[in-house]
């Protein structure tokens, strides 16, 4: 069993290993990973986590809601939210979300919110899907109606696990940086550059992020395919 099944777009619920391989090497990497999270927010509690990576293709979807599920595990109100709104994903990844009109559908007035968050098989977890994808994502992310979005959802949820775009492609993941309480860098093993991660945590660090760290995700192992590193 290797790493690739994660980014095989037909592969379904096979992704989610944390919900339907719990028992499973993965699955316990994506535990590890939480529970280094959480250590580290032992005196500054990390509710809201961004994930992102410097380049596309690196698997940040898969580790979102993978790490999401992990927290829902915990009997924790877990919310799911794809700001990826130029190439979302996290539709594909559960299924339930194809008719959802998601985040663009509430922010256009076409549904309350309640209706736009979708209920997922997994117990605790919703998820807040894009919907139709937007013409000016940045203007929606830097809206004041987005800002007041994430503040009803922060005092709703025990944990927010936000998957935004590659931080050197557009300059929407320094945005939503600014807003959570701590963000994370995935970096793909002999794929992603080293002079692109740098400058990935430089775009991150002037947006006056808390990078809390690093999630390699390595493509050539059989275990522990996701490492975490502060």
């Given at each position: 069993m290797r790493s690739k099944k994660f980014r095989d777009k037909t592969s379904g619920k096979r992704k989610?290993?944390?919900k339907n391989e719990p028992q499973s090497a993965y699955a316990e990497s994506f535990r590890y990973i939480r529970a280094n999270i959480d250590f580290s927010g032992i005196d500054n509690e990390y509710k809201s986590i961004m994930i992102t990576s410097p380049d596309p293709d690196s698997g940040k979807s898969l580790i979102s809601a993978n790490l999401a599920i992990t927290y829902a595990a915990l009997d924790m109100k877990t919310i799911l939210i794809d700001l990826d709104l130029r190439k979302p994903t996290v539709h594909k990844i559960f299924p339930e979300c194809h008719s959802?009109?998601?985040?663009t559908g509430f922010l256009k007035d076409m549904l309350p919110l309640e209706e736009a968050i979708i209920k997922t098989e997994v117990p605790h977890l919703d998820v807040?899907?894009?919907g139709m994808t937007p013409a000016d994502p940045a203007s929606i992310l830097n809206s004041e109606k987005v800002?007041?979005?994430?503040?009803k959802l922060y005092e709703n949820y025990d944990r927010i696990i936000i998957d935004t775009p590659p931080v050197m492609s557009v300059a929407d993941a320094q945005i939503i940086a600014s807003w959570v309480d701590g963000s994370i860098l995935v970096i793909r093993n002999n794929y992603t550059k080293q002079e692109n991660a740098k400058k990935a945590l430089k775009k991150l660090d002037a947006a006056g992020a808390k990078v809390i760290g690093t999630i390699f995700n390595n493509t050539k192992m059989k275990m522990r395919d996701y490492y975490y590193a502060e």
């Open positions: 989610l290993v944390a959802s009109y998601g985040i807040l899907p894009v800002q007041q979005l994430y503040k």
